[in-house]
């Protein structure tokens, strides 16, 4: 179950004394998987503890919050009998009911591990109950795939939120864009029979990444030899540089071509005085953004005062991070990251909103754990060994890159790395993806803690060196055999599969919500709001 902690902010939150009370002294009763699932072989279940997760009762909330709530119940009848309850306990409404109207808000789908977790699934699925889907951080060097009846689709720059016809999306400011591949993947759509037309709005602050950018992406990684960073060599780096230096050009400078060309000048001499050898034709680069102009500028508009607009009038924004918190240019490793930041800050500038305005804050994560390029992964496992288990979670997980092609690094899921983006994001909720990749391992294993010169580390170590000593302390548990794509509820999974979820969930001390049992769309268990802390504040307005 979850950590003491849960329980104590939720207690927190009852009204009565009584009820906080009862709350908190579950708090110091750790109810494993196992009591959760009814125990194991011999088990004697009619001494079993009460389960604070799904249970197979058929009137009764499973989840936490329905316990809370049951608790509260009972403390006021107690309250009532003894003649202890006061006029305002006996008007109290709990605030622990999951059908409260849900507070208005804007809710964050972010990447908590190294990336390709599978952002874009939940977003897809989340975006036809939102008016407003949003980037704001990255650029072309994400990669989200989509499978809707056996047909994927690939985005790079625009949200997947774009397959939802009535949704508005945004590229915001934080987003670097280069506008070829940003068209060719409206073109893309378009063949596909998704109708895009007046439903992209590209910030006006966004800054362009040119194709020169990319090469020099290209000359940096070279000239990096055995210590390169493992970048996608979209001109990410260069075009953030660029931002930086402050001689970028934004997206609003194509409404004036005349000072747009100037600009373009100026940045393309630095860049050939500063890489000799750089070769930009730069009399064809400004007639092609000559002939684009009109079209980009359709697109161009104030995305920050359209974004306010629309959360003061009520629309439902829903923002789809891009890359992950390990690749954070700040929180990351260090030097093998992005150049953005693609944790829970880059919502705040990237699209200029106040930290106020944030809503539910969903961390999304595979079952195990890959990452793409160089860089420190302490529970790896080897993928090119035939018949290993690496080879399992690359193979059967379909594991190489959607924007390189490359094939992902794979290892088990790492706990020690999840709290750390835990605490730099206060996830509310949890996507735990990929879960039946893990069908057919006889045992599968967590990274439950990191060791380092005999000592237990309390949080992520910041020095490359102190990461590539660490011991990874693994917890193994029993794996399953049965299939789990049609799997709809979370009592539909094997025992092993929930003791495994429910695992996770308690060494994290954050509800899991959503479960991925398969590539499609739709193979996806939603446990439901009463798995969000953020549906439990609602209900406390």
Same mark, same amino acid.
């Given at each position: 179950?979850?950590?003491?902690?849960?329980?104590?902010?939720?207690?927190s939150?009852?009204?009565t004394?009584?009820?906080a009370?009862?709350?908190?002294a579950m708090?110091?009763?750790?109810?494993?998987?196992?009591?959760?699932v009814?125990? &194991?072989?011999?088990?004697d279940?009619?001494?079993?503890k009460?389960?604070l997760?799904?249970?197979?009762?058929?009137?009764k909330?499973?989840?936490?919050?329905?316990m809370?709530?049951?608790?509260?119940?009972?403390?006021?009848?107690i309250?009532?009998?003894?003649?202890a309850?006061?006029?305002?306990?006996?008007?109290?409404k709990?605030?622990?009911?999951?059908?409260?109207?849900?507070?208005?808000g804007i809710?964050?789908?972010?990447?908590?591990?190294?990336?390709?977790?599978g952002?874009?699934?939940?977003?897809d699925?989340?975006?036809?109950?939102?008016d407003v889907?949003?980037?704001v951080?990255?650029?072309?060097?994400?990669?989200?795939?989509?499978?809707?009846d056996?047909?994927?689709?690939?985005?790079?720059?625009?949200?997947?939120?774009?397959?939802?016809?009535?949704?508005?999306?945004?590229?915001?400011?934080?987003?670097?864009v280069?506008?070829?591949?940003?068209?060719?993947?409206?073109?893309g759509?378009?063949?596909?029979g998704?109708?895009s037309?007046?439903r992209?709005?590209?910030?006006?602050?966004?800054?362009?990444?040119?194709?020169?950018?990319?090469?020099?992406?290209? *000359?940096?990684?070279?000239?990096?030899?055995r210590?390169? +960073?493992?970048?996608?060599?979209?001109?990410?780096?260069?075009a953030?540089?660029?931002?930086?230096s402050?001689?970028?050009? %934004?997206?609003?400078?194509?409404?004036?071509m005349?000072?747009?060309e100037?600009r373009?000048r100026?940045?393309?001499?630095?860049?050939?005085?500063?890489?000799?050898?750089?070769?930009?034709?730069?009399?064809?680069?400004?007639? #092609?953004?000559?002939?684009?102009?009109?079209?980009?500028?359709?697109?161009?508009?104030?995305?920050?005062?359209y974004?306010n607009?629309?959360?003061d009038?009520?629309?439902k924004?829903l923002?789809?991070?891009?890359?992950?918190t390990m690749?954070?240019?700040?929180?990351g /490793?260090?030097?093998?990251?992005?150049?953005?930041?693609p944790?829970i =800050?880059?919502?705040? /500038?990237?699209?200029?909103?106040?930290p106020?305005? +944030?809503?539910?804050?969903?961390?999304?994560t595979?079952?195990?754990?890959t990452r793409? =390029?160089?860089?420190?992964f302490?529970?790896?496992l080897?993928r090119d060994?035939?018949?290993?288990?690496?080879?399992?979670?690359?193979?059967?997980?379909?594991?190489?890159?959607?924007?390189?092609g490359r094939? %992902?690094?794979?290892?088990?899921?790492?706990?020690?790395?999840?709290?750390?983006?835990?605490l730099?994001?206060g996830? /509310?909720s949890?996507?735990?993806?990929?879960?039946?990749?893990?069908?057919?391992l006889?045992?599968?294993?967590?990274?439950?803690?990191?060791k380092?010169e005999?000592?237990i580390?309390?949080?992520m170590?910041?020095?490359?060196?102190?990461?590539?000593?660490?011991e990874?302390? #693994?917890e193994?548990?029993?794996g399953?055999?049965?299939?789990?794509?049609?799997?709809?509820?979370?009592?539909?999974l094997?025992?092993?599969a929930?003791?495994?979820?429910? %695992?996770?969930?308690?060494?994290?001390?954050?509800?899991? %919500?959503w479960?991925?049992? &398969?590539a499609?769309?739709?193979?996806?268990?939603?446990r439901?709001?009463?798995w969000d *802390?953020?549906?439990?504040?609602?209900g406390?307005?």
């Amino acid at each position: 179950m979850f950590q003491a902690s849960f329980f104590q902010r939720a207690s927190s939150r009852l009204a009565t004394p009584a009820a906080a009370v009862v709350a908190t002294a579950m708090a110091t009763n750790y109810y494993s998987a196992e009591d959760v699932v009814g125990g &194991g072989v011999g088990a004697d279940n009619n001494n079993s503890k009460v389960a604070l997760c799904d249970t197979n009762g058929d009137k009764k909330d499973g989840s936490v919050l329905g316990m809370l709530n049951d608790i509260q119940n009972k403390v006021e009848s107690i309250q009532q009998t003894l003649g202890a309850a006061d006029a305002s306990n006996a008007t109290y409404k709990s605030a622990t009911k999951t059908d409260a109207k849900k507070k208005p808000g804007i809710d964050v789908v972010l990447g908590s591990q190294w990336g390709d977790e599978g952002k874009g699934k939940l977003v897809d699925m989340l975006s036809q109950e939102y008016d407003v889907c949003a980037r704001v951080a990255g650029g072309s060097n994400a990669g989200h795939t989509i499978v809707v009846d056996g047909k994927k689709y690939k985005f790079h720059l625009l949200p997947s939120g774009i397959l939802n016809q009535d949704a508005t999306c945004i590229v915001g400011n934080g987003v670097v864009v280069h506008l070829p591949s940003f068209l060719k993947e409206i073109d893309g759509l378009t063949k596909s029979g998704i109708n895009s037309e007046g439903r992209i709005l590209l910030s006006d602050r966004a800054h362009m990444v040119f194709d020169f950018h990319q090469m020099v992406d290209g *000359l940096n990684e070279n000239k990096l030899g055995r210590n390169k +960073i493992g970048t996608t060599k979209k001109g990410i780096g260069p075009a953030y540089a660029s931002k930086i230096s402050r001689n970028g050009i %934004r997206i609003g400078d194509l409404k004036n071509m005349d000072f747009f060309e100037m600009r373009f000048r100026e940045l393309t001499s630095a860049h050939m005085r500063a890489f000799p050898g750089l070769e930009i034709d730069v009399e064809g680069q400004l007639e #092609y953004y000559r002939s684009i102009a009109p079209q980009i500028a359709a697109m161009t508009t104030d995305t920050i005062e359209y974004t306010n607009e629309a959360y003061d009038t009520g629309k439902k924004i829903l923002i789809e991070g891009a890359n992950a918190t390990m690749l954070d240019i700040d929180f990351g /490793t260090y030097p093998y990251v992005t150049s953005s930041n693609p944790s829970i =800050g880059s919502v705040l /500038t990237g699209l200029g909103v106040s930290p106020r305005k +944030i809503h539910g804050i969903y961390g999304t994560t595979k079952a195990y754990c890959t990452r793409v =390029g160089e860089g420190p992964f302490p529970t790896e496992l080897e993928r090119d060994v035939p018949g290993s288990i690496g080879e399992h979670l690359g193979v059967v997980g379909a594991e190489w890159g959607t924007t390189t092609g490359r094939s %992902r690094r794979v290892g088990w899921l790492d706990i020690p790395q999840m709290k750390y983006s835990t605490l730099i994001n206060g996830f /509310t909720s949890l996507n735990l993806t990929k879960l039946d990749v893990l069908t057919g391992l006889a045992e599968v294993k967590i990274g439950r803690a990191y060791k380092h010169e005999g000592k237990i580390l309390n949080t992520m170590p910041s020095c490359l060196k102190t990461m590539s000593e660490i011991e990874v302390i #693994y917890e193994t548990m029993p794996g399953w055999s049965e299939d789990i794509s049609k799997a709809r509820n979370f009592e539909d999974l094997p025992v092993n599969a929930q003791r495994y979820v429910l %695992r996770v969930q308690e060494l994290l001390g954050v509800p899991i %919500r959503w479960i991925g049992c &398969g590539a499609n769309r739709l193979d996806m268990i939603d446990r439901g709001e009463g798995w969000d *802390l953020a549906s439990k504040e609602d209900g406390e307005q």
